[in-house]
């Protein structure tokens, strides 16, 4: 049997202790936190300074600078829409293909630890900024989708939002970071809909 290890030094700080969540599992907080370094309610985005590309940089264990910053919000965006899909909406058009890319220009490999024999799944030799990322994401994906973890993490169906989750509910079927906020909007919206219809 053969034991992939995927190690990072990202900590979970963002979406899971403001709503109550359970936190999310392994590799994949790298993944929402990533997600997450944009807030579309209040327009902040925590990669468009020096700062914030430094700590992703050192979470994510990734030496990155200011030239690398339009290839990780491009596949900040990607891995956005390919958790969007995990709630029921298809990509858009486009976007599949570009995270591909992203991930076929960030090569991975494995090494074999002599003394175990077992198998570390590591950043191919010489990758650097933007593509070490993907490299470092595409490894955390392989495992969550054979770990049965990748589906689960999801990004919220409301336009206005769109923050990274992991949904722990039994069924898997959560389609709002919080039922509380964007689900309560969300249905008071259908509710009225339905309303205007009934009268119109």
């Known amino acids: ?8 030094s990202w900590r979970l700080t963002g ?75 298809a990509m858009r058009e486009g976007s599949a293909e570009a995270l591909t890319e992203a991930f076929a220009g960030a090569p991975l490999a494995l090494r074999v630890d002599g003394a175990t024999g077992g198998v570390a799944l590591v950043l191919a030799p010489g990758l650097r900024g933007a593509a070490a990322l993907a490299a470092r994401v595409a490894a ?14 999801k990004v919220c169906e409301a336009d206005t939002c769109r923050w990274a989750y992991y949904d722990h509910s039994p069924a898997g079927r959560r389609r709002w970071c919080s039922m509380r906020v964007c689900g309560s909007r969300a249905k008071m919206r259908t509710y009225r809909d339905r309303a205007r219809r009934r009268q119109g």
């Open 140 to 153: 955390l994906v392989a495992v969550a989708e054979a770990d049965g973890t990748w589906r689960r993490l």
């Open 1 to 8: 049997m053969v034991t992939v290890t995927v190690t990072t």
């Open 15 to 89: 979406n899971v202790a403001s709503v109550g969540e359970k936190e999310t599992p392994g590799g994949l907080v790298l993944i929402e936190e990533l997600i997450n370094t944009v807030d579309l309610e209040s327009g902040e985005d925590r990669l468009a300074g020096a700062d914030g590309l430094a700590a992703l940089a050192d979470r994510a264990g990734v030496a990155l600078t200011a030239a690398d910053r339009a290839g990780v919000v491009a596949l900040r965006e990607g891995l956005r829409e390919a958790c969007l899909a995990h709630t029921g909406p």
